[in-house]
């Protein structure tokens, strides 16, 4: 109930092409669905979030897919660059409680030149 | 986004003897702060949350008398490995919660157990 499930574990893309992770979970309370980008030997940094009453969301480059009844949500990284090679963690949370991340298990993107 | 100091970003110590890490929150107020812990290639595990001024809630299986949290003010939270011992080695990561209910993570802290 309180797993958040992320594929695929690894990526490789080519400079320019459409970079997309997948995340699904089962807890219909969770309010809150953030995507964390993290480079090796640093902390997680935010991203970009989105609010199940949203379906979609765009910030630059990225953008995050909801589908609510589908309890699935995605991020795409359009033109991916060779900076963007990192691991890529989506999360769920609910806001009013602790706000207690639970995390997917990662993807590590390559971004080849 | 907020700021989140993490310290140190790397230690080493011997085995038996206890590190502290400290976690600031320096431009807002952390009302909740969180610790993880994270493996090689590995997703982030929660170990404890905890609050300003209250005892923090220990994630099952976390041993709260070898992991001690203390959230003492707003902007500053501990945790202390006591007894490190090599299986104690990895990465820690505090995370902090204020007002606008967004959670933002420090640089994290490399501890090694020799």
Redesign the interface.
Known sequence: QQQVKQSPQSLIVQKGGISIINCAYENTAFD?F?W?QQFP??????LI?IRPDVSEKKEGRFTISFNKSAKQFSLHIMDSQPGDSATY?CAA?I?SN????I????T?LQVKP | ?AV?S?HPSRVICKSGTSVKIECRSLDFQAT?M?WYRQFP????M?MA?S?EGSKA?YEQGVEKDKFLINHASLTLSTLTVTSAHPEDSS?Y?C?A?GSI????????T?LTVV
């Open positions: 809150y953030p964390y030997g640093k902390g997680p940094a935010l979030a963690f949370s806001r602790t706000g207690k991340l995390f997917g298990q990662g590590t | 986004g989140v993490q909740t969180f290639k590995q997703s982030l929660l949350t609050n809630t990465f990561i995370s919660r209910l967004l959670a933002f993570f420090g640089q994290g490399r």
